[in-house]
DNA sequence: CAGGATTTGTGCGTATGTATA
DNA sequence: ATATACATACGCACAAATCCT
Protein backbone atom coordinates (compact mmCIF):
# COMPACT_ATOMS: atom_id res chain seq x y z
CA UNK A 1 0.00 0.00 0.00
CA UNK A 2 2.32 2.44 1.51
CA UNK A 3 4.76 0.89 -0.56
CA UNK A 4 3.29 1.21 -4.19
CA UNK A 5 2.57 5.10 -3.64
CA UNK A 6 6.46 5.18 -4.57
CA UNK A 7 6.34 6.49 -7.97
CA UNK A 8 8.29 3.99 -10.20
CA UNK A 9 10.28 6.69 -11.37
CA UNK A 10 11.48 7.06 -8.30
CA UNK A 11 12.46 3.91 -7.60
CA UNK A 12 14.31 3.48 -10.86
CA UNK A 13 16.47 6.49 -10.08
CA UNK A 14 17.18 5.08 -6.78
CA UNK A 15 18.46 1.77 -8.31
CA UNK A 16 22.22 0.88 -7.60
CA UNK A 17 24.35 0.62 -10.25
CA UNK A 18 22.44 1.77 -13.10
CA UNK A 19 23.29 5.28 -14.99
CA UNK A 20 19.66 6.54 -15.42
CA UNK A 21 20.43 8.82 -18.29
CA UNK A 22 21.75 6.01 -20.46
CA UNK A 23 19.02 5.23 -22.86
CA UNK A 24 19.98 1.70 -23.16
CA UNK A 25 17.60 -0.79 -21.93
CA UNK A 26 17.14 -2.60 -18.68
CA UNK A 27 17.55 -5.46 -21.34
CA UNK A 28 20.68 -4.50 -22.44
CA UNK A 29 22.32 -2.96 -19.33
CA UNK A 30 21.43 -6.50 -17.31
CA UNK A 31 23.02 -8.98 -20.03
CA UNK A 32 25.78 -6.40 -19.74
CA UNK A 33 26.94 -7.17 -16.20
CA UNK A 34 25.67 -11.01 -16.57
CA UNK A 35 27.75 -11.26 -19.53
CA UNK A 36 30.93 -9.40 -17.67
CA UNK A 37 30.24 -11.62 -14.48
CA UNK A 38 29.95 -15.10 -16.59
CA UNK A 39 33.17 -14.09 -18.48
CA UNK A 40 35.22 -13.11 -15.70
CA UNK A 41 34.56 -15.91 -14.32
CA UNK A 42 32.41 -14.62 -11.09
CA UNK A 43 29.68 -17.15 -12.21
CA UNK A 44 30.92 -19.93 -12.61
CA UNK A 45 30.47 -22.63 -15.55
CA UNK A 46 27.51 -25.04 -14.44
CA UNK A 47 26.11 -22.50 -12.12
CA UNK A 48 22.00 -22.30 -12.98
CA UNK A 49 20.80 -18.38 -13.14
CA UNK A 50 17.78 -17.95 -11.31
CA UNK A 51 15.60 -15.26 -12.25
CA UNK A 52 13.54 -14.87 -8.97
CA UNK A 53 17.24 -14.18 -6.71
CA UNK A 54 18.90 -12.17 -10.15
CA UNK A 55 15.69 -10.05 -9.79
CA UNK A 56 16.19 -9.54 -6.32
CA UNK A 57 20.23 -8.66 -5.83
CA UNK A 58 19.75 -6.33 -9.25
CA UNK A 59 16.70 -4.40 -8.13
CA UNK A 60 15.04 -5.44 -11.50
CA UNK A 61 12.00 -7.34 -12.67
CA UNK A 62 11.80 -10.72 -13.40
CA UNK A 63 10.68 -9.53 -16.87
CA UNK A 64 14.25 -7.93 -17.68
CA UNK A 65 16.20 -10.41 -16.10
CA UNK A 66 14.46 -13.63 -17.99
CA UNK A 67 14.88 -11.09 -21.19
CA UNK A 68 18.89 -10.59 -20.73
CA UNK A 69 19.37 -14.25 -19.71
CA UNK A 70 17.59 -15.12 -23.39
CA UNK A 71 20.42 -12.66 -24.99
CA UNK A 72 22.97 -14.61 -23.29
CA UNK A 73 21.67 -17.72 -24.19
CA UNK A 74 21.61 -17.01 -28.02
CA UNK A 75 25.00 -15.53 -27.76
CA UNK A 76 25.85 -19.42 -26.76
CA UNK A 77 26.61 -18.05 -23.38
CA UNK A 78 24.28 -20.00 -21.23
CA UNK A 79 21.85 -23.06 -22.49
CA UNK A 80 18.25 -23.48 -21.43
CA UNK A 81 16.59 -26.65 -20.35
CA UNK A 82 12.86 -26.08 -21.10
CA UNK A 83 11.29 -25.44 -17.57
CA UNK A 84 14.15 -26.43 -15.60
CA UNK A 85 16.26 -23.34 -15.81
CA UNK A 86 19.76 -21.81 -17.59
CA UNK A 87 22.79 -22.69 -16.45
CA UNK A 88 26.48 -20.88 -17.76
CA UNK A 89 27.70 -23.40 -20.21
CA UNK A 90 30.34 -25.32 -19.44
CA UNK A 91 33.59 -25.50 -22.66
CA UNK A 92 35.24 -28.78 -22.62
CA UNK A 93 38.39 -29.39 -24.75
CA UNK A 94 36.59 -30.74 -27.78
CA UNK A 95 34.43 -27.28 -28.22
CA UNK A 96 37.53 -25.00 -27.61
CA UNK A 97 39.27 -26.89 -30.35
CA UNK A 98 36.41 -26.38 -32.68
CA UNK A 99 36.17 -22.73 -31.97
CA UNK A 100 39.89 -22.09 -32.71
CA UNK A 101 39.43 -24.28 -35.65
CA UNK A 102 36.48 -22.58 -36.86
CA UNK A 103 37.77 -19.49 -36.24
CA UNK A 104 41.21 -20.02 -38.26
CA UNK A 105 38.46 -20.37 -40.71
CA UNK A 106 37.16 -17.00 -40.68
CA UNK A 107 40.99 -15.49 -39.90
CA UNK A 108 41.97 -16.59 -43.10
CA UNK A 109 38.72 -15.46 -45.13
CA UNK A 110 39.11 -12.38 -43.28
CA UNK A 111 42.91 -11.16 -44.49
CA UNK A 112 41.67 -12.84 -47.24
CA UNK A 113 39.30 -9.71 -48.39
CA UNK A 114 41.00 -6.94 -46.85
CA UNK A 115 44.46 -7.57 -48.18
CA UNK A 116 44.15 -5.39 -51.09
CA UNK A 117 42.51 -2.76 -49.45
CA UNK A 118 44.86 -2.47 -46.24
CA UNK A 119 46.86 1.45 -46.47
CA UNK A 120 48.21 3.64 -44.09
CA UNK A 121 45.55 3.91 -41.63
CA UNK A 122 45.26 0.34 -41.42
CA UNK A 123 48.95 -0.32 -40.49
CA UNK A 124 48.66 2.49 -37.88
CA UNK A 125 45.81 1.33 -36.19
CA UNK A 126 46.55 -2.26 -36.02
CA UNK A 127 49.91 -1.19 -34.72
CA UNK A 128 48.17 1.18 -31.91
CA UNK A 129 46.31 -1.18 -30.75
CA UNK A 130 49.38 -3.91 -30.60
CA UNK A 131 50.94 -1.50 -28.61
CA UNK A 132 48.13 -0.87 -26.48
CA UNK A 133 48.19 -4.74 -25.72
CA UNK A 134 52.04 -4.91 -24.78
CA UNK A 135 51.21 -1.31 -22.63
CA UNK A 136 49.14 -3.42 -20.90
CA UNK A 137 51.24 -6.61 -20.60
CA UNK A 138 54.03 -4.37 -19.19
CA UNK A 139 51.05 -2.71 -16.63
CA UNK A 140 50.54 -6.93 -14.91
CA UNK A 141 46.90 -5.85 -15.44
CA UNK A 142 44.96 -8.78 -16.34
CA UNK A 143 41.72 -7.44 -16.79
CA UNK A 144 43.58 -4.93 -19.32
CA UNK A 145 45.05 -7.36 -20.89
CA UNK A 146 42.57 -9.45 -22.08
CA UNK A 147 40.68 -6.43 -23.40
CA UNK A 148 43.56 -5.32 -25.06
CA UNK A 149 44.03 -8.31 -26.49
CA UNK A 150 40.46 -8.76 -27.69
CA UNK A 151 40.77 -4.80 -29.22
CA UNK A 152 43.77 -5.82 -31.36
CA UNK A 153 42.54 -9.09 -32.91
CA UNK A 154 39.22 -7.65 -33.37
CA UNK A 155 41.00 -4.99 -35.96
CA UNK A 156 41.24 -7.14 -38.78
CA UNK A 157 37.49 -8.13 -38.17
CA UNK A 158 36.30 -4.16 -38.38
CA UNK A 159 38.62 -3.45 -41.19
CA UNK A 160 36.81 -6.20 -43.26
CA UNK A 161 34.20 -4.94 -45.58
CA UNK A 162 31.73 -7.87 -44.37
CA UNK A 163 28.93 -7.06 -42.15
CA UNK A 164 28.28 -10.78 -41.44
CA UNK A 165 31.64 -11.78 -40.95
CA UNK A 166 31.71 -8.90 -38.32
CA UNK A 167 28.45 -10.28 -36.29
CA UNK A 168 29.92 -13.94 -36.35
CA UNK A 169 33.18 -12.76 -35.00
CA UNK A 170 31.11 -11.08 -32.39
CA UNK A 171 29.36 -14.64 -31.22
CA UNK A 172 32.75 -16.08 -31.57
CA UNK A 173 35.43 -14.34 -29.30
CA UNK A 174 32.37 -14.19 -26.56
CA UNK A 175 32.75 -17.95 -26.23
CA UNK A 176 36.35 -18.00 -26.56
CA UNK A 177 36.60 -15.71 -23.79
CA UNK A 178 34.37 -17.74 -21.62
CA UNK A 179 36.65 -20.61 -22.31
CA UNK A 180 39.38 -18.80 -21.09
CA UNK A 181 37.61 -17.82 -18.17
CA UNK A 182 37.11 -21.63 -17.28
CA UNK A 183 41.37 -21.77 -17.62
CA UNK A 184 42.22 -18.48 -14.85
CA UNK A 185 45.23 -18.68 -13.30
CA UNK A 186 47.61 -19.07 -15.78
CA UNK A 187 49.84 -16.80 -16.13
CA UNK A 188 51.04 -15.84 -19.83
CA UNK A 189 54.17 -16.78 -20.76
CA UNK A 190 56.86 -14.51 -21.99
CA UNK A 191 56.18 -15.44 -25.47
CA UNK A 192 53.35 -14.42 -25.23
CA UNK A 193 54.03 -10.83 -26.71
CA UNK A 194 55.98 -11.75 -29.12
CA UNK A 195 53.72 -14.03 -30.46
CA UNK A 196 51.13 -11.34 -30.89
CA UNK A 197 54.40 -8.96 -32.34
CA UNK A 198 54.70 -12.17 -35.07
CA UNK A 199 51.04 -11.65 -35.91
CA UNK A 200 51.12 -8.23 -36.17
CA UNK A 201 54.48 -7.84 -38.46
CA UNK A 202 52.98 -10.68 -40.90
CA UNK A 203 49.88 -8.41 -41.29
CA UNK A 204 52.03 -5.30 -42.19
CA UNK A 205 53.98 -7.27 -44.60
CA UNK A 206 53.61 -8.54 -48.40
CA UNK A 207 53.04 -11.70 -48.33
CA UNK A 208 49.90 -13.14 -47.89
CA UNK A 209 50.22 -16.76 -47.76
CA UNK A 210 52.68 -15.90 -44.76
CA UNK A 211 50.38 -14.50 -43.20
CA UNK A 212 47.64 -17.28 -43.62
CA UNK A 213 50.86 -19.45 -42.34
CA UNK A 214 51.07 -17.29 -39.52
CA UNK A 215 47.68 -17.22 -38.66
CA UNK A 216 47.57 -21.15 -38.31
CA UNK A 217 50.51 -21.07 -36.01
CA UNK A 218 48.65 -18.80 -33.54
CA UNK A 219 45.97 -20.50 -33.29
CA UNK A 220 48.12 -23.52 -32.88
CA UNK A 221 49.48 -21.85 -29.81
CA UNK A 222 46.38 -21.50 -28.34
CA UNK A 223 45.08 -25.04 -29.23
CA UNK A 224 47.81 -25.75 -27.38
CA UNK A 225 47.75 -23.96 -24.33
CA UNK A 226 43.97 -25.53 -24.18
CA UNK A 227 44.75 -28.94 -24.11
CA UNK A 228 47.41 -28.32 -21.48
CA UNK A 229 45.29 -26.11 -19.02
CA UNK A 230 41.95 -28.12 -20.12
CA UNK A 231 43.73 -31.38 -19.27
CA UNK A 232 45.24 -30.55 -15.69
CA UNK A 233 42.87 -29.10 -12.67
CA UNK A 234 42.01 -25.19 -13.79
CA UNK A 235 42.98 -24.69 -10.18
CA UNK A 236 46.73 -25.87 -10.47
CA UNK A 237 47.52 -22.75 -13.26
CA UNK A 238 51.39 -23.97 -12.40
CA UNK A 239 52.30 -24.42 -15.56
CA UNK A 240 52.29 -21.15 -18.04
CA UNK A 241 51.19 -21.27 -21.74
CA UNK A 242 52.77 -19.60 -23.95
CA UNK A 243 49.82 -17.13 -24.18
CA UNK A 244 48.18 -16.47 -27.36
CA UNK A 245 44.97 -17.93 -26.77
CA UNK A 246 42.97 -15.21 -27.92
CA UNK B 1 -4.07 -41.56 -12.42
CA UNK B 2 -6.23 -38.87 -11.00
CA UNK B 3 -3.34 -36.32 -11.81
CA UNK B 4 -2.83 -37.38 -15.17
CA UNK B 5 -6.48 -36.80 -15.88
CA UNK B 6 -6.61 -33.69 -15.10
CA UNK B 7 -3.17 -32.78 -16.90
CA UNK B 8 -5.15 -34.81 -19.89
CA UNK B 9 -8.17 -32.10 -18.98
CA UNK B 10 -5.67 -29.02 -18.68
CA UNK B 11 -4.66 -29.87 -21.67
CA UNK B 12 -7.62 -30.16 -23.75
CA UNK B 13 -8.84 -26.70 -22.77
CA UNK B 14 -5.39 -25.15 -24.01
CA UNK B 15 -5.73 -22.87 -27.32
CA UNK B 16 -6.21 -24.44 -30.70
CA UNK B 17 -3.58 -24.44 -33.25
CA UNK B 18 -1.02 -26.24 -30.97
CA UNK B 19 0.48 -29.29 -30.47
CA UNK B 20 -0.59 -30.10 -26.74
CA UNK B 21 1.52 -33.31 -26.77
CA UNK B 22 4.75 -31.45 -28.31
CA UNK B 23 6.78 -30.33 -24.73
CA UNK B 24 7.75 -27.06 -26.18
CA UNK B 25 7.27 -23.73 -25.20
CA UNK B 26 5.59 -20.91 -26.44
CA UNK B 27 8.33 -19.21 -27.13
CA UNK B 28 9.76 -21.85 -29.67
CA UNK B 29 5.72 -22.25 -30.93
CA UNK B 30 5.62 -18.59 -31.86
CA UNK B 31 8.85 -18.05 -32.78
CA UNK B 32 8.52 -20.63 -35.45
CA UNK B 33 5.06 -19.39 -36.70
CA UNK B 34 6.90 -16.01 -37.43
CA UNK B 35 9.82 -17.49 -38.50
CA UNK B 36 7.89 -19.65 -41.47
CA UNK B 37 5.80 -16.45 -42.07
CA UNK B 38 9.05 -14.49 -42.91
CA UNK B 39 10.85 -17.01 -44.86
CA UNK B 40 7.91 -17.71 -46.66
CA UNK B 41 7.56 -13.90 -47.41
CA UNK B 42 3.78 -13.25 -45.80
CA UNK B 43 5.70 -10.99 -44.01
CA UNK B 44 7.43 -8.69 -46.03
CA UNK B 45 10.63 -7.16 -45.58
CA UNK B 46 10.49 -3.75 -43.61
CA UNK B 47 7.40 -4.49 -41.93
CA UNK B 48 6.55 -3.77 -38.36
CA UNK B 49 5.82 -6.62 -36.01
CA UNK B 50 3.61 -5.19 -33.42
CA UNK B 51 3.45 -7.15 -30.33
CA UNK B 52 0.14 -6.31 -29.47
CA UNK B 53 -1.38 -7.27 -32.78
CA UNK B 54 0.45 -10.48 -33.28
CA UNK B 55 -1.10 -10.99 -29.44
CA UNK B 56 -4.39 -10.62 -30.65
CA UNK B 57 -3.86 -12.82 -33.90
CA UNK B 58 -2.28 -15.51 -32.61
CA UNK B 59 -4.40 -15.36 -29.04
CA UNK B 60 -1.39 -15.65 -27.26
CA UNK B 61 0.02 -13.26 -24.57
CA UNK B 62 2.70 -10.64 -25.39
CA UNK B 63 5.37 -11.48 -23.02
CA UNK B 64 5.46 -14.59 -25.26
CA UNK B 65 5.43 -12.80 -27.99
CA UNK B 66 8.03 -10.39 -27.20
CA UNK B 67 10.25 -13.47 -26.09
CA UNK B 68 9.71 -14.82 -29.96
CA UNK B 69 10.14 -11.77 -31.38
CA UNK B 70 13.79 -11.60 -29.84
CA UNK B 71 14.19 -14.85 -31.09
CA UNK B 72 14.24 -14.05 -34.38
CA UNK B 73 16.03 -10.51 -33.47
CA UNK B 74 19.21 -12.77 -32.16
CA UNK B 75 18.41 -14.81 -35.35
CA UNK B 76 19.48 -12.00 -37.63
CA UNK B 77 15.79 -12.11 -39.37
CA UNK B 78 13.99 -9.10 -37.57
CA UNK B 79 16.07 -5.72 -36.24
CA UNK B 80 15.30 -3.83 -33.13
CA UNK B 81 15.58 -0.03 -32.75
CA UNK B 82 14.69 0.39 -28.55
CA UNK B 83 10.80 1.88 -28.39
CA UNK B 84 10.97 2.37 -32.08
CA UNK B 85 9.80 -1.54 -32.99
CA UNK B 86 10.69 -4.93 -34.52
CA UNK B 87 11.28 -5.30 -38.43
CA UNK B 88 11.75 -7.96 -40.79
CA UNK B 89 15.42 -7.13 -42.12
CA UNK B 90 15.60 -5.91 -45.38
CA UNK B 91 18.84 -6.89 -46.97
CA UNK B 92 20.70 -4.92 -49.74
CA UNK B 93 23.02 -6.51 -53.15
CA UNK B 94 26.00 -6.03 -50.43
CA UNK B 95 24.57 -8.08 -47.27
CA UNK B 96 23.74 -10.87 -49.77
CA UNK B 97 26.92 -11.36 -51.42
CA UNK B 98 28.60 -10.96 -47.72
CA UNK B 99 26.48 -14.15 -46.57
CA UNK B 100 27.78 -15.78 -50.02
CA UNK B 101 31.41 -15.20 -49.45
CA UNK B 102 30.95 -15.59 -45.26
CA UNK B 103 29.62 -19.23 -46.84
CA UNK B 104 32.16 -19.92 -49.17
CA UNK B 105 34.71 -19.37 -45.86
CA UNK B 106 32.41 -22.02 -44.22
CA UNK B 107 31.94 -24.28 -46.75
CA UNK B 108 35.76 -24.57 -47.81
CA UNK B 109 36.87 -25.24 -44.00
CA UNK B 110 33.67 -27.68 -43.47
CA UNK B 111 34.48 -29.73 -46.56
CA UNK B 112 38.88 -29.66 -45.68
CA UNK B 113 37.47 -30.61 -41.96
CA UNK B 114 35.72 -33.74 -43.22
CA UNK B 115 37.40 -35.00 -46.47
CA UNK B 116 39.71 -37.43 -44.47
CA UNK B 117 36.85 -38.72 -43.03
CA UNK B 118 33.94 -39.64 -45.66
CA UNK B 119 32.94 -43.03 -45.81
CA UNK B 120 30.72 -45.19 -47.66
CA UNK B 121 27.75 -43.92 -45.23
CA UNK B 122 28.51 -40.22 -46.41
CA UNK B 123 28.23 -40.64 -49.99
CA UNK B 124 24.87 -42.60 -49.45
CA UNK B 125 23.16 -39.58 -47.62
CA UNK B 126 24.58 -36.98 -49.43
CA UNK B 127 23.14 -39.37 -52.54
CA UNK B 128 19.60 -39.38 -50.88
CA UNK B 129 19.42 -35.80 -50.23
CA UNK B 130 20.69 -34.98 -53.67
CA UNK B 131 17.64 -37.64 -54.88
CA UNK B 132 15.07 -36.07 -52.83
CA UNK B 133 16.23 -32.34 -54.19
CA UNK B 134 15.49 -33.96 -57.96
CA UNK B 135 12.55 -35.49 -57.23
CA UNK B 136 10.68 -32.28 -55.43
CA UNK B 137 12.10 -30.11 -58.69
CA UNK B 138 10.19 -32.36 -60.84
CA UNK B 139 7.26 -32.43 -59.11
CA UNK B 140 7.57 -28.32 -59.40
CA UNK B 141 7.09 -27.82 -55.78
CA UNK B 142 8.59 -24.70 -54.97
CA UNK B 143 8.34 -25.09 -51.46
CA UNK B 144 9.50 -28.25 -50.95
CA UNK B 145 12.31 -27.49 -53.66
CA UNK B 146 13.48 -25.04 -51.37
CA UNK B 147 14.00 -26.87 -48.40
CA UNK B 148 15.20 -29.96 -49.85
CA UNK B 149 17.78 -27.91 -51.22
CA UNK B 150 18.64 -26.63 -47.74
CA UNK B 151 18.45 -30.67 -46.58
CA UNK B 152 21.00 -31.12 -49.42
CA UNK B 153 23.49 -28.52 -48.47
CA UNK B 154 23.23 -28.93 -44.80
CA UNK B 155 24.77 -32.47 -44.93
CA UNK B 156 27.96 -31.69 -45.07
CA UNK B 157 27.87 -29.09 -41.72
CA UNK B 158 25.85 -32.27 -39.95
CA UNK B 159 28.49 -34.44 -41.29
CA UNK B 160 32.02 -32.32 -39.99
CA UNK B 161 32.79 -32.78 -36.16
CA UNK B 162 32.34 -29.31 -35.35
CA UNK B 163 29.72 -28.37 -33.48
CA UNK B 164 30.81 -24.25 -33.34
CA UNK B 165 30.54 -24.73 -37.32
CA UNK B 166 27.10 -26.06 -37.59
CA UNK B 167 25.76 -23.34 -35.46
CA UNK B 168 27.04 -20.78 -37.50
CA UNK B 169 25.89 -22.12 -40.43
CA UNK B 170 22.19 -22.38 -39.18
CA UNK B 171 22.33 -18.33 -38.37
CA UNK B 172 23.41 -18.10 -42.03
CA UNK B 173 21.45 -20.15 -43.87
CA UNK B 174 18.54 -18.19 -41.81
CA UNK B 175 19.23 -15.03 -43.47
CA UNK B 176 20.39 -16.03 -46.58
CA UNK B 177 16.79 -18.23 -47.07
CA UNK B 178 15.43 -14.68 -46.35
CA UNK B 179 17.27 -12.99 -49.04
CA UNK B 180 15.53 -15.50 -51.60
CA UNK B 181 12.35 -15.18 -49.91
CA UNK B 182 13.05 -11.37 -51.27
CA UNK B 183 13.54 -12.20 -54.89
CA UNK B 184 10.44 -14.90 -54.61
CA UNK B 185 8.32 -15.29 -58.15
CA UNK B 186 11.55 -16.08 -60.07
CA UNK B 187 11.83 -19.96 -61.67
CA UNK B 188 15.06 -22.35 -60.91
CA UNK B 189 16.69 -22.86 -64.46
CA UNK B 190 17.07 -26.50 -65.76
CA UNK B 191 20.83 -26.07 -64.90
CA UNK B 192 19.48 -26.02 -61.48
CA UNK B 193 19.50 -29.55 -60.64
CA UNK B 194 22.63 -30.04 -63.32
CA UNK B 195 24.78 -27.36 -60.53
CA UNK B 196 23.63 -28.98 -57.74
CA UNK B 197 24.80 -32.68 -59.42
CA UNK B 198 28.00 -31.16 -59.96
CA UNK B 199 28.14 -29.98 -56.65
CA UNK B 200 27.65 -33.91 -55.57
CA UNK B 201 30.04 -35.32 -57.61
CA UNK B 202 32.77 -33.22 -56.79
CA UNK B 203 31.68 -33.93 -53.02
CA UNK B 204 31.79 -37.98 -53.76
CA UNK B 205 35.29 -37.59 -55.46
CA UNK B 206 38.95 -37.80 -54.73
CA UNK B 207 39.99 -34.55 -55.39
CA UNK B 208 39.92 -31.88 -52.42
CA UNK B 209 41.21 -29.01 -54.47
CA UNK B 210 38.27 -29.64 -57.28
CA UNK B 211 35.94 -29.36 -54.58
CA UNK B 212 36.67 -26.37 -53.18
CA UNK B 213 36.91 -25.33 -56.29
CA UNK B 214 33.23 -26.35 -57.44
CA UNK B 215 32.44 -24.82 -53.85
CA UNK B 216 33.96 -21.47 -55.20
CA UNK B 217 31.89 -21.80 -58.51
CA UNK B 218 28.67 -22.77 -57.09
CA UNK B 219 28.30 -20.05 -54.60
CA UNK B 220 29.28 -17.64 -57.80
CA UNK B 221 26.32 -18.89 -59.59
CA UNK B 222 24.74 -17.87 -55.94
CA UNK B 223 25.67 -14.39 -56.15
CA UNK B 224 25.35 -13.42 -59.88
CA UNK B 225 21.39 -14.68 -59.35
CA UNK B 226 21.54 -11.99 -56.38
CA UNK B 227 22.61 -9.52 -58.94
CA UNK B 228 19.91 -10.22 -61.51
CA UNK B 229 17.60 -10.12 -59.43
CA UNK B 230 18.06 -7.79 -56.52
CA UNK B 231 19.27 -5.08 -59.34
CA UNK B 232 15.94 -5.81 -60.79
CA UNK B 233 12.32 -5.16 -59.16
CA UNK B 234 11.43 -8.56 -57.91
CA UNK B 235 7.65 -8.31 -58.97
CA UNK B 236 9.19 -8.85 -62.01
CA UNK B 237 10.84 -12.25 -62.10
CA UNK B 238 11.21 -12.45 -65.46
CA UNK B 239 14.34 -13.11 -66.22
CA UNK B 240 15.45 -16.41 -64.73
CA UNK B 241 18.60 -17.37 -62.80
CA UNK B 242 20.57 -20.22 -63.20
CA UNK B 243 19.40 -20.95 -59.91
CA UNK B 244 21.69 -22.19 -57.47
CA UNK B 245 21.03 -19.57 -54.86
CA UNK B 246 21.48 -21.84 -51.86
C1' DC C 1 7.63 22.65 -31.81
C1' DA C 2 3.79 21.24 -29.15
C1' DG C 3 1.10 17.59 -27.95
C1' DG C 4 -1.48 13.48 -28.59
C1' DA C 5 -1.57 8.78 -30.40
C1' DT C 6 0.91 4.61 -30.76
C1' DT C 7 4.08 1.28 -29.47
C1' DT C 8 7.69 -0.49 -26.83
C1' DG C 9 9.82 -1.18 -22.27
C1' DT C 10 9.22 -2.33 -17.41
C1' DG C 11 7.12 -4.00 -13.20
C1' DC C 12 4.20 -7.02 -10.65
C1' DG C 13 0.68 -10.36 -9.19
C1' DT C 14 -0.81 -14.79 -10.04
C1' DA C 15 -1.71 -19.23 -11.95
C1' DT C 16 0.06 -23.31 -14.01
C1' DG C 17 3.55 -26.57 -15.78
C1' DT C 18 7.77 -29.08 -15.02
C1' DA C 19 11.78 -30.88 -12.92
C1' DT C 20 13.94 -32.51 -9.01
C1' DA C 21 15.02 -33.75 -4.09
C1' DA D 1 4.22 -40.30 -4.64
C1' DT D 2 4.61 -35.70 -2.41
C1' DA D 3 6.35 -31.56 -1.79
C1' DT D 4 9.02 -27.75 -3.08
C1' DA D 5 11.39 -24.67 -5.98
C1' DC D 6 11.55 -22.82 -10.11
C1' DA D 7 10.40 -21.74 -14.97
C1' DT D 8 6.86 -20.56 -17.93
C1' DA D 9 2.69 -18.12 -19.18
C1' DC D 10 -0.84 -14.64 -18.83
C1' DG D 11 -2.87 -10.10 -17.87
C1' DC D 12 -2.80 -5.71 -16.44
C1' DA D 13 -0.90 -1.12 -15.36
C1' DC D 14 2.11 2.35 -16.21
C1' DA D 15 6.43 4.65 -17.76
C1' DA D 16 9.26 6.02 -21.59
C1' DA D 17 10.23 6.88 -26.07
C1' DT D 18 9.01 7.38 -30.82
C1' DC D 19 6.11 8.85 -34.44
C1' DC D 20 2.85 11.80 -36.49
C1' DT D 21 -0.19 15.64 -37.12
Known amino acids: MTASRKTRAARARELPGFKTSLPKTRRAQVA ?20 SRLSRSLGVSRSSIREAIWELVDQGLLVNRPYAGTFVVSLDEKAMCDLFALRGALERFCFTELWPRRNETFGAEFTNRHEALVAAVEAGDEDKTLAAELHFHSFPYQYADNQALREVWEQLYNRIQLGIAMTRGFTRGSEFVENNRRYLDAALGDDLEAMLREIDRHLQIGVDDVRDLMGADPRTGAQTGAGAAL
Chains 1, 2 share one sequence.
Do not use: A
Open 32 to 51: EILRKHVLSGKIEPGTQLIE
